[in-house]
Structures are given as C-alpha cells and as structure tokens.
T-cell receptor, first 113, second 113 residues
Framework: NAGVMQNPRHLVRRRGQEARLRCSPM?????VYWYRQLPEEGLKFMVY????????ESGMPKERFSAEFPKEGPSILRIQQVVRGDSAAYFC???????????FGNGTRLTVT | DQQVKQNSPSLSVQEGRISILNCDYT??????FLWYKKYPAEGPTFLIS?????DKNEDGRFTVFLNKSAKHLSLHIVPSQPGDSAVYFC????????????FGTGTRLTIIP
C-alpha cells in the first residue's frame, strides 16, 4: 500500500514564476492537509481539503496561494508569483477521517532563486 | 505566538538509557496531543497520541505523559535505540481532532551507541 506521494521532491523557481506541488493521498484516504515548514521551524498548517471541498484554509496566505483536491487526480497546492520567502518544505498529509492520525508524504522542497 | 514549545533543540542519550522529550503548550483549548518522529528528507511519522481525558498513554517503548494543570507533556523512550535518532515534534489540536495540528519546533534526539 503506497504511502502519501508528493512530487516533485525538489522544485526550483525564479521569483515571479508559479509553483505547482502535487499530492496523491494514501488509498482510501479522502482527507488531505497541506503543511509548510520554514527553516528551523515546526510545521505550520495551511489548508484542509476533502474531495472537491476546502474545509479549512485558515493557514493559507491570503494572496498568491491556492489549493484544490478535485474529484479525480491529486491535490494541488499552487503558489503564484513566488518570492524568496516561499522557500520551504511543503508537506502533504492524508487520513481516512478526522479521528485518524495523519500520514505525511516526504515533502516538496521549494527553492526560490 | 508559539502555542506549542519544545525548549530543547537537541538531546543526546546513551543507548539503552531513557530519553525524555518535553513539550509545553499555552492554548487551553488544546485537548489532543501527538508526537511525530522525522528523519532527514522524509515526512513526519506518527508515534503516539494522548487525549486530555487521560494523563498517560503507552505503546511499547514509547510513553506519553500529560500534565494538564502545567500544560506540559513529555515523551519517554525506553530503552533508547540508535534508530530512535531523529527529530521529534510535539503537536496539539482542539476538538479531539487531527485536522488542524499546531506543531512545536522539534527536538533533535541523538542516541549514542
């Protein structure tokens, strides 16, 4: 049973470009979460989605960031017009329900040059 | 405002001895607490959790203790093994759910053979 799959593992973007991070949850998991880890910090909640619905986006920056979890296909975290401060590790997690521990992917390390 | 604090960035313990990792929190609404373990270049892996209705939960070599009045929890690992060397994150949530975790900044545990 494959775990949470994130790709790419590493992504380099120049300032002003767009970054797209993909996450395929574990089989049978309908809840997806995105977290961001800045250097020397803990993981910070960004957004919680279920299929075709954003449940809680209270951790998402108000501009340039968006997330989706379509009926078919992976969840996408999209960052428009990236800036250096967006450089971080972005982790996706999934669970079969709210009462179950989160299973994390190995993350996408975004570097903005 | 750091609502979950891990004040020791690092800890070294002799193999076979007990490792004690500490975590403090400030938000009285937190009622569910978890410990995650993270190896380099991997995502966090769930270790153990505890609900605020308990003060202790044990799973094999891992025991979590919760002191609600002090807003403090600790993770005990005994006996410590070389494979336990990793970064340990404390996390907390409210409503007994997993959907929005607040993480500490982590403690790097090194087990000395």
């Amino acid at each position: 049973n494959a775990g949470v799959m994130q790709n790419p593992r590493h992504l380099v973007r120049r300032r002003g470009q767009e970054a797209r991070l993909r996450c395929s949850p574990m089989k049978g998991h309908s809840h997806v979460y995105w977290y961001r880890q800045l250097p020397e910090e803990g993981l910070k909640f960004m957004v919680y989605l279920q299929k075709e619905n954003i449940i809680d986006e209270s951790g998402m920056p108000k501009e340039r960031f968006s997330a989706e979890f379509p009926k078919e296909g992976p969840s996408i975290l999209r960052i428009q017009q990236v800036v250096r401060g967006d450089s971080a590790a972005y982790f996706c997690a999934s669970s079969p329900g709210q009462d179950s521990p989160l299973h994390f992917g190995n993350g996408t390390r975004l570097t903005v040059t | 405002d750091q609502q979950v604090k891990q004040n020791s960035p690092s800890l070294s313990v002799q193999e076979g001895r007990i490792s004690i990792l500490n975590c403090d929190y400030t938000n009285s609404m937190f009622d569910y607490f978890l410990w995650y373990k993270k190896y380099p270049a991997e995502g966090p892996t769930f270790l153990i959790s505890i609900s605020s209705i308990k003060d202790k939960n044990e799973d094999g070599r891992f025991t979590v203790f919760l002191n609600k009045s002090a807003k403090h929890l600790s993770l005990h690992i005994v006996p410590s093994q070389p494979g336990d060397s990793a970064v340990y994150f404390c996390a907390a949530s409210s409503n007994f759910g997993n959907e929005k975790l607040t993480f500490g900044t982590g403690t790097r545990l090194t087990i000395i053979p």
